[in-house]
C-alpha cells in the first residue's frame, strides 16, 4: 500500500514562530487531508487539499501531487496549536485515508 | 447532533469479557470508518462502511473483531473476549461519500485490565 511520511516528527517553537510541517506520499494520491489532534485527543479537519493552496487563519496548505508531497505551514504560532498534526491520504480505487505517523507540535509561551 | 457521537467516552473491562463500542455518525453521511489509536501511535485502519455496500474488513486485526452498521446509520463494534493489547482510542468517523472530508468522534477509551 501506499507510504505516507511526515516531517519532522518533533517541533518544539516559541509563540509567536513560523513552521512548515511536511508529509510525503509514495505514489498519486486521489485526496490528502491535513488533521490536527489536540492534547486532549481531539481530531480536527484542517483541509481537504488533494492539490493546490488552501488558506484558513494563520494556517495553510499545498499539496503539489505530481511531486508527491505536501505542507503545511502555521504562522505566528500560538500555545493552542500544540498537538499532533496528520496528514492523510487516499490513493488508486480505495476511500480508505492512510494516515501518516504524525508531527508533535509543542508550542511555548 | 451536529458532529460525529461515540459512547461509551470511556471503558475499562477484564480481559476475557466483550465489549461493544457505538458510534453515531453525522446525518447524511453514507461512509463511516473505524480507526485504532494506541498510546502516542498513529491510527490503524480497522473497517469502512459505504452506503449499501459490503463493508470492507481488512483492517480488522482478528476473529475477535467485528462490526455492523445499521440502517446505514448507527455503527457498532464488537471486540470479543478482550486481550490486554486491545487497550487504545477506537476512534469512528464519518464523512458525506468517499473522496470528501473525513469528521471524528472524540473516541472511546478502552482499558483491558
Known amino acids: 500500500g501506499i507510504q505516507v511520511e511526515q516531517s519532522p516528527p518533533d517541533l518544539i517553537l516559541q509563540e509567536g514562530a513560523n513552521s512548515t510541517l511536511r508529509c510525503n506520499f509514495s505514489?498519486?494520491?486521489?485526496?490528502l487531508q491535513w488533521f490536527h489532534q489536540n492534547p486532549w485527543g481531539q481530531l480536527i479537519n484542517l483541509f481537504y487539499?488533494?492539490?493546490g493552496t488552501k488558506q484558513n487563519g494563520r494556517l495553510s496548505a499545498t499539496t503539489v501531487a505530481t511531486e508527491r508531497y505536501s505542507l503545511l505551514y502555521i504562522s505566528s504560532s500560538q500555545t493552542t496549536d500544540s498537538g499532533v498534526y496528520f496528514c492523510a491520504v487516499e490513493s488508486g480505487g480505495s476511500y480508505i485515508p492512510t494516515f501518516g505517523r504524525g508531527t508533535s507540535l509543542i508550542v511555548h509561551p | 447532533g451536529a458532529g460525529v457521537s461515540q459512547s461509551p467516552s470511556n471503558k475499562v473491562t477484564e480481559k476475557g469479557k466483550d465489549v461493544e463500542l457505538r458510534c453515531d455518525p453525522i446525518s447524511g453521511h453514507t461512509a463511516l470508518y473505524w480507526y485504532r489509536q494506541s498510546l502516542g501511535q498513529g491510527l490503524e485502519f480497522l473497517i469502512y462502511f459505504q452506503g449499501n455496500s459490503a463493508p470492507d474488513k481488512s483492517g480488522l486485526p482478528s476473529d475477535r473483531f467485528s462490526a455492523e452498521r445499521t440502517g446505514g446509520s448507527v455503527s457498532t463494534l464488537t471486540i470479543q473476549r478482550t486481550q490486554q493489547e486491545d487497550s487504545a482510542v477506537y476512534l469512528c468517523a464519518s464523512s458525506f461519500q468517499g473522496l470528501s472530508p473525513l469528521h471524528f468522534g472524540n473516541g472511546t477509551r478502552l482499558t483491558v485490565t
Open positions: 487539499i488533494p492539490s
Open positions: 505514489d498519486s494520491v486521489n485526496n
